[in-house]
């Protein structure tokens, strides 16, 4: 069954980097479209960027897509998010997700796939 692990977070401060990975498995990878979502305490889940099955398409939400760059490397079934100069209003658990047909978009009920999220901790 379709599998997607998240890993790379943690707790930094305000303006360092990180870089987030899912791991895929279970199905073709290179036909989904990916992308990464956000929930922070007592909010409800908010859409952050995604990346089309074969990479050539990418959209963001605006309040990263100065900082944050999703990629993917279809070898390796792995998407990224590579997060620069993190804010506080940054923190909450990301989440990856996958969408069939391979197109993106920015609506959680578009996504089937979920991974199990990991946490981003950005002090002041």
């Known amino acids: 069954q379709v599998q997607l692990v998240e890993s790379g977070g943690g707790t930094v401060q305000a303006g360092d980097s990180l870089r987030l990975s899912c791991a895929a498995s279970g199905y073709t990878f290179s036909v989904y479209a990916m992308g990464w979502f956000r929930q922070a305490p007592g909010k409800e889940r908010e859409f952050v960027a995604a990346?089309?099955?074969?990479?050539?398409?990418?959209y963001y939400e605006n309040s990263v897509k100065d900082r944050f760059t999703i990629s993917r490397d279809n070898a390796k079934n792995t998407v990224y998010l590579q997060m620069n100069s993190l804010k506080p209003e940054d923190t909450a658990v990301y989440f990856c997700a996958a969408r069939r047909l391979g197109k993106v978009s920015a609506a959680t009920d578009d996504y089937a796939h979920w991974g199990l999220g990991t946490q981003v901790t950005v002090s002041s």
């Open positions: 990346i089309s099955g074969g990479g050539s398409s990418t």
